[in-house]
């Protein structure tokens, strides 16, 4: 059974960093792009960016760029979303997911084309 689990969310302050992690297992990791979404309540998830099957090609939402970047380490079966100049609009829970589909830049971004979800780890930015 697939299962992604989040962590290293918490507090920072505004400027701050954080590096979230996303260990994945029950499916053969190296096989999906690895993308990363964001929620706060009442809204529509967010789409933050997305990495293709090696960790080489990557893709990012307008608003992160510069800011995010992702990794992934297919030994570990963990991708990563490391937040760099945090600001208090990216308080939301953070959520990693996986996708068999191919064209990841062109379908990275669409939430319906995951197939695994983890569970949403916290972030908190405060000023």
């Known amino acids: 059974q697939a299962h992604l689990v989040e962590s290293g969310g918490g507090s920072v302050q505004v400027g701050g960093s954080l590096r979230l992690s996303c260990l994945a297992s029950g499916f053969t990791f190296s096989r999906y792009s690895m993308g990363w979404f964001r929620q706060v309540p009442g809204k529509e998830r967010e789409f933050v960016g997305v990495?293709?099957?090696?960790?080489?090609?990557?893709y990012y939402a307008d608003r992160m760029k510069g800011r995010f970047t992702i990794s992934r380490d297919n030994a570990r079966n963990t991708v990563y979303l490391q937040m760099d100049s945090l600001e208090p609009e990216d308080t939301a829970v953070y959520y990693c997911?996986?996708?068999?589909?191919?064209?990841?830049?062109?379908?990275?971004?669409?939430?319906?084309?995951?197939?695994?979800w983890g569970q949403g780890t916290q972030v908190t930015v405060s000023s």
């Open positions: 990495t293709n099957w090696s960790g080489e090609g990557t």
């Open positions: 997911a996986a996708t068999d589909t191919g064209n990841y830049r062109f379908f990275g971004s669409n939430a319906n084309k995951y197939n695994y």
